[in-house]
């Protein structure tokens, strides 16, 4: 069966320093690939996608992610964060080979203190 | 643009109660989807339309709830009777393009506290 896994549920971080925030999904044929941000009270938003070509993506804020089709990954990452990228992190795929339904993993909160 | 929105924001009930929300997708969208989203949990699909018809149902619990589209645009997801482990955050999202989903645009939720 499809499934998204998240491993850190909690990443705290330092303001100015790097976070990796990282996603594994089962092995599927083909996949698309999504990060979804969600600030508190609000929902969801698109921080970037991957759903062909170049395996290193760039969005929105500074973050990118890069997907490793051998070892079924789509880490999130970011240089340098800010206090205000203080939120919740969904990683979500459409495994293709079972239609085209978003399939999400549980989450990784990330804290940013100063 | 307009987002997708959600009314109402917060509600709570108490078990065996039935409750309603109500979406109205970005303009022009002509897919949507309910999700639950439960405390420390990532979104689960309940379901989702094309347009006023049916795509996926698999995981709506057929027994207590139920959801329409008659006109192809807002649409309201109803639960009855609640039950506590119905307790969650229920997102709808819209999305441009036909069957095959690319990027989803969520709405702010609605928070049901089932007591």
């Known amino acids: 069966a499809q499934s998204v896994t998240q491993l850190d549920s909690q990443v705290p971080v330092f303001e100015e320093a790097p976070v990796e925030l990282r996603c594994n999904y089962s092995?599927?044929?083909?996949?698309?690939l999504f990060w979804y941000v969600q600030y508190p009270n609000q929902g969801l938003q698109l921080l970037l996608k991957?759903?062909?070509?170049?395996?290193l993506v760039k969005g929105i804020n500074g973050f990118e992610a890069e997907f490793n089709k051998s070892q079924t990954s789509f880490h999130l990452r970011k240089p340098s964060v800010h206090i205000s990228d203080t939120a919740e992190y969904f990683c979500?795929?459409?495994?293709?080979?079972?239609?085209?339904?978003?399939?999400f993993g549980a989450g990784t909160i990330l804290r940013v203190k100063s | 643009e307009a987002g997708v929105a959600q009314s109402p924001r917060y509600k709570i009930i108490e078990k065996r109660q039935s409750v309603a929300f109500w979406c109205n997708p970005i303009?022009?969208?002509?897919?949507l989807y309910w999700y639950q989203q439960i405390l420390g949990q990532g979104p689960k699909l309940l379901i989702q339309?094309?347009?006023?018809?049916?795509?996926?149902d698999s995981q709506l619990p057929k027994d207590r709830f139920s959801a329409e589209r008659l006109k192809g645009v807002d649409s309201t997801l109803k639960i009855q009777p609640a039950k506590l482990e119905d307790s969650a955050v229920y997102l709808c999202?819209?999305?441009?393009?036909?069957?095959?989903?690319?990027?989803?645009?969520f709405g702010p939720g609605t928070r049901l506290t089932v007591l």
């Open positions: 999202a819209s999305c441009p393009t036909g069957v095959r989903s690319d990027t989803q645009y």
């Open positions: 339309f094309q347009n006023n018809g049916v795509v996926d």
């Open positions: 979500a795929v459409i495994f293709m080979e079972y239609g085209n339904k978003l399939v």
């Open positions: 092995s599927s044929v083909s996949v698309y």
């Open positions: 991957y759903l062909s070509g170049s395996t």
């Open positions: 303009s022009g969208h002509a897919t």
